[in-house]
């Protein structure tokens, strides 16, 4: 298989695995069976424990979705590759996006001190945290500037 058509046939699986996670799981069983297995409506109702007509219309709604989230992915392209908005991107990205972000420390049991374990991310909306996401044994904390190890002081009787 040619570079060029190996590089298109990866993008096409990686912009399905991505699609996919967007649909509910019925969706997604049905996507799969249908468009991905070949498998006639009947057979995948039989799989599914459901009937034709569910089968039918969940696929209608997942096709839907990924033609709508393919529609909105179009609009946005990607900086260039090494331009300055890619730097910039990728700088801010480094700095937890302009999000709180958190050092995750764990207590040693035999020791007075807490060792790295990862970084948490929170994604704020409105007034509230719309989300939060975990980057465990990550490298990120030597980015941020946190240490390996903290001091625990002993807990008290």
């Given at each position: 298989?040619?570079?060029?058509?190996y590089e298109a046939t990866e993008a096409i699986s990686v912009a399905f695995v991505t699609?996919?996670?967007?649909?509910?799981?019925?969706?997604?069983?049905?996507?799969?069976?249908?468009?991905?297995?070949?498998?006639?409506?009947?057979?995948?109702?039989?799989i599914l424990d459901s009937t034709e007509e569910s089968v039918t219309s969940a696929l209608?709604?997942?096709?839907?979705?990924?033609?709508?989230?393919?529609?909105?992915?179009?609009?946005?392209?990607?900086?260039?590759?090494?331009?300055?908005?890619?730097?910039?991107?990728?700088?801010?990205?480094?700095?937890?996006?302009?999000?709180?972000?958190?050092?995750?420390?764990?207590?040693?049991?035999?020791?007075?001190?807490?060792?790295?374990?990862?970084?948490?991310?929170?994604?704020?909306?409105?007034?509230?945290?719309?989300?939060?996401?975990?980057?465990?044994?990550?490298?990120?904390?030597?980015?941020?500037?946190?240490?390996?190890?903290?001091?625990?002081?002993?807990?008290?009787?």
């Amino acid at each position: 298989m040619d570079r060029a058509r190996y590089e298109a046939t990866e993008a096409i699986s990686v912009a399905f695995v991505t699609a996919l996670q967007l649909l509910p799981p019925r969706q997604r069983a049905v996507l799969i069976l249908r468009d991905a297995l070949g498998f006639r409506a009947a057979e995948a109702a039989k799989i599914l424990d459901s009937t034709e007509e569910s089968v039918t219309s969940a696929l209608k709604r997942a096709r839907a979705a990924l033609q709508y989230q393919r529609a909105q992915s179009a609009d946005r392209k990607p900086p260039p590759p090494d331009s300055q908005p890619e730097r910039e991107l990728v700088r801010r990205f480094a700095r937890a996006n302009g999000q709180p972000a958190f050092g995750l420390y764990v207590r040693e049991p035999l020791a007075p001190i807490a060792r790295a374990s990862g970084i948490l991310v929170l994604t704020l909306a409105d007034r509230q945290i719309s989300a939060v996401t975990g980057f465990p044994d990550s490298d990120a904390r030597r980015i941020f500037g946190l240490p390996r190890m903290l001091p625990v002081q002993p807990a008290a009787d």
